[in-house]
């Protein structure tokens, strides 16, 4: 698949995949859309999807598998601050995963982010106040993590010109949220 160099979108979305996220994808220097979402993998995202340079949009959500009543599988690890080189990002979906760890402040560095979405995990620490770089964003879900609640939510991101909906726990301070 590495040899594809000159695709520019991957739409793998529910195909019941199951194993772990494919590395070779981070020689698709081109690729502008990669939706993987709604499968049964289960791995951390790998590193080298930090050098897929044009992406625009990265979708991984909801990669779990309901077996009798308990969910398995997911992303999971922590997101890996190589996702701070993907400079033409504007879609970031990777919720309704088991991701771990802090959120990253490298995400700050997306400038074109328009869409956050990391809800349904179990992220942990305050939000990054860089965040608030992310000037084009429209909606932050954070929603049903384990965000510290005695930071809340920065207010320079509920400052952001475009915001339009952003959720978060009901524990957290938060005066621009549209419920929890």
Not at 79 to 88: A, R
Not at 146 to 163: A, T
Request: proline residues 4%.
């Amino acid at each position: 698949m590495g040899d594809l160099i000159s695709l520019r979108q991957l739409r793998l979305r529910n195909n019941f995949f199951e194993n772990q996220l494919p590395t070779v994808l981070g020689k698709l220097e081109l690729l502008e859309e990669l939706d993987i979402s709604h499968n049964w993998l289960s791995s951390t995202i790998p590193p080298e999807y930090g050098n897929m340079v044009s992406l625009t949009t990265l979708s991984l959500e909801s990669n779990y598998r309901d077996q009798n009543g308990y969910f398995t599988w997911g992303i999971n690890g922590e997101l890996p601050i190589e996702i701070g080189k993907l400079k033409n990002l504007q879609h970031l979906r990777i919720n309704d995963n088991y991701l771990t760890g802090t959120l990253i402040s490298e995400i700050g560095q997306l400038f074109l982010l328009e869409t956050l979405h990391l809800q349904n995990n179990f992220l942990q620490g305050p939000i990054p106040e860089v965040y608030s770089n992310c000037v084009m964003l429209k909606e932050v879900l954070l929603e049903d993590n384990s965000i510290d609640s005695q930071f809340g939510m920065p207010e320079g991101i509920c400052r952001l010109p475009e915001l339009d909906l952003a959720k978060v726990d009901c524990s957290l301070s938060c005066t621009c949220c549209h419920g929890c």
